[in-house]
């Protein structure tokens, strides 16, 4: 009888081994998705907002500022946001770039200020 007590605690031993190595790599994959997020918006989180605190477009970046009524007749839809919300920009090919963007996530329209200055 001791034996076959003897024989599981191996067995248990390597079980409990394993479930630590998948949450270890659980929690990695979850981290590093969780860095990957917050380095594209500013946000500590699994999965990234429509309206994050920061847009990069154009190839640059956008801070969130506050909710605005609408999107200006004149602007176009330029690009979406990684959590899905679409920017709009204005429309033409000036070549320059905005110094004010707006994102619609569904729910409400939010104004997203350039950084760093023209």
Known sequence: MSTARGSSRPRIG?????????V??????GAV???RIHEAGWEWRLTPSA???K??????????????ARVPSTWTRQG?????????????GSGEVPVV??????????????MGGP
Do not use: I, N, Q
Request: a positive charge; glycine letters at 14%.
């Open 14 to 22: 390597r079980v409990l081994l394993l479930a630590a190595a998948v």
């Open 24 to 29: 270890v790599a659980v929690a990695a994959v």
């Open 51 to 53: 309206a994050p605190p």
């Open 80 to 92: 979406t946001t990684p959590g899905g919300g679409t920017v709009y920009a204005p429309a033409g």
């Open 55 to 68: 847009v990069h477009f154009a190839g640059r970046d956008y801070e969130r500022g506050s909710e605005v």
């Open 101 to 114: 963007v707006y994102v619609r996530d569904g729910r409400e329209t939010v104004g997203y200020g350039l």
């Open 33 to 35: 998705r969780m860095y």
